[in-house]
């Protein structure tokens, strides 16, 4: 499905843009300048993920970076070019939920539960302990 999602940004001339970028851009237009820190922690993903993501936008003139308040922190600015997509983005936002919302329709248990479900079960126990808990390797002596 992300392929596709990102297919339809090149078809609206947006080569480049990936869906990883949309909570970032959303974050940002929603709250306004926002820490890298702050941004991974309201779209729920590692500050390694967000730096990254963050990085791309940069590459794709979609954001700045200034100096925060601790020289090691980054102040994240959403770029003139981004503001201009914004309204773009959005239509095509609200097109990809509904899509979203289509498909859920069609299947038999709501993908989007399955999701939730899943995170939620991945919080209370993490994947890397599950492994752990079931790995032979682990159990042994050194």
């Known amino acids: 499905m992300e392929s596709a999602v ?11 843009f990936r869906p990883r970028f949309t909570p970032i851009i959303g ?17 729920g993903v590692t500050h390694s993920a967000a730096s990254q993501t963050v990085a791309q936008l ?18 994240v600015h959403l770029t003139p070019k981004a503001k201009w997509l914004l309204p773009i983005l959005q239509a095509e936002w609200a097109a990809t939920t509904a899509a979203a919302t289509e498909l859920e ?15 939620d079960a991945l919080q209370r126990r993490p994947m890397r302990q599950r492994i752990a808990d079931v790995s ?4 042994l002596e050194p």
């Open 6 to 16: 990102a297919a339809g940004y090149t078809d609206l001339g947006l080569d480049g």
């Open 27 to 43: 974050t940002l237009a929603a709250s306004g300048p926002s820490s890298i820190r702050d941004l991974a922690q309201v779209t």
């Open 58 to 75: 940069v590459k794709q003139e979609l954001v700045i970076l200034t100096p925060g308040q601790d020289a090691r922190q980054r102040i």
């Open 105 to 119: 329709a069609e299947l038999s248990f709501p993908l989007s539960r399955l999701i939730d479900e899943a995170l």
């Open 136 to 139: 032979p390797a682990r159990r």
